[in-house]
Each structure stands twice: as structure tokens, then as C-alpha cells.
């Protein structure tokens, strides 16, 4: 028989994390929010207004990017329902070389398209596919973006709006 050593993983070996760090918001009827971090109070910055909902993706964006590391969030609303997700710190703007222009060249842009959505969280980010870019959700659930032209494939006509926490799923036309 053989038998099994336990000898850590490589994955544990390059001290890859075990845990996320847990955020819990706690939303109440008028829109107010608590933000706890690992169970510890996550305060607002010095004299800015109180948690909203309307801070959600602000507060997430925030706490991911000074930890630098992806956190599993856990939403409950004033209602008893609840939303579990994992959010990743926003992506560093990567650095391309600029390649010696001789002479500048006018470009022609297309009119950005506008792309409209409802029923999704306020301040959750809401995925717009083709995954071209993200919106959030305003206080009553409304997602208004704007999309270049450029970065619809040609002849798509529909989009879907994918709710990040929420879950919402809506087929909506891009119109030009």
C-alpha cells in the first residue's frame, strides 16, 4: 500500500493564500450600509458622507486595491436577501511603447452607442457582453452606458447586462 507524504504543494510552497479576505455590507431600507472587513468596522475616509449603497462598487474597488488581492463579498439587503461574490482588484493600466510618429494622421471615430439596462443593485457593476466594458448601476437600478462604436463587433445589434452581485441578466438592443 501506498502511502501519502504531506509534503506541501507547490501552490502552498510559493505561499499562495488559503483564505479571502471576507467583506460583509449590510444594506438597510434607506440605503445606509455597514462594511465590515475580516468582522472589523470599514470606516468611510475622514469626513466623507456615511456608507450607501450607491458607494458599493467605490467601497469594493477601495478595500481590493489597498490589499491588493481579491476579497469574497457577502451583500445582505434590508430585506433578508443575500449576494455572495468574489471581486478582483481593478487590473493595472498596462504600459505599450509609443512607436516615433512623423506625421500626425487625423482619425475618424464612430459616435460612441448608448446601452441601456433596469432591475439591477444599485452601484453593483453590471458586465455588458460582448464583455466590452462595465457600467454600474445607478440608485434606482438603472444602468446607462456609453460604448464606442469601435469596440461592437460588427453587426451586433443585441448586448446582454450581466449584474455582477445581483445576478440580474438582461437582453437589451444597442442602438446607434
Known amino acids: 500500500m501506498k502511502r501519502h507524504s504531506a509534503k506541501p504543494t507547490p501552490q502552498a510552497a510559493a505561499g499562495a493564500p488559503v ?3 471576507l467583506v460583509q455590507m449590510s ?8 462594511v465590515l472587513l475580516d468582522g472589523q468596522v470599514y470606516e468611510p ?9 450607491e458607494a458599493f462598487s467605490a467601497v469594493l474597488e477601495a478595500i481590493t486595491t489597498s490589499l491588493g488581492t481579491a476579497v469574497k463579498v457577502t451583500v445582505t439587503e434590508y430585506d433578508g436577501a443575500r449576494f455572495t ?8 493600466p498596462t504600459a505599450h511603447p509609443v512607436a516615433p ?3 500626425p494622421v487625423p482619425v475618424m471615430q464612430a459616435p460612441p452607442v448608448p446601452v441601456q439596462g433596469h432591475g439591477f443593485l444599485a452601484g453593483e457593476d453590471v458586465a455588458i457582453a460582448p464583455i466590452i466594458g462595465y457600467g454600474s448601476a445607478a440608485p434606482d437600478g438603472r ?3 456609453v460604448v464606442a462604436q469601435d469596440q461592437i463587433p460588427a453587426n451586433v445589434q443585441e448586448m446582454l447586462l450581466v449584474g455582477r452581485v445581483s445576478g440580474t441578466m438582461q437582453l437589451v438592443r444597442a442602438t446607434p
Open 19 to 21: 483564505r479571502l479576505p
Open 27 to 34: 444594506v438597510r431600507p434607506d440605503g445606509a450600509m455597514t
Open 45 to 53: 475616509p475622514p469626513y466623507a458622507p456615511a456608507w450607501r449603497r
Open 85 to 92: 461574490d468574489v471581486v478582483m482588484p481593478p487590473r493595472a
Open 101 to 103: 510618429v512623423s506625421d
Open 143 to 145: 444602468v446607462n452606458a
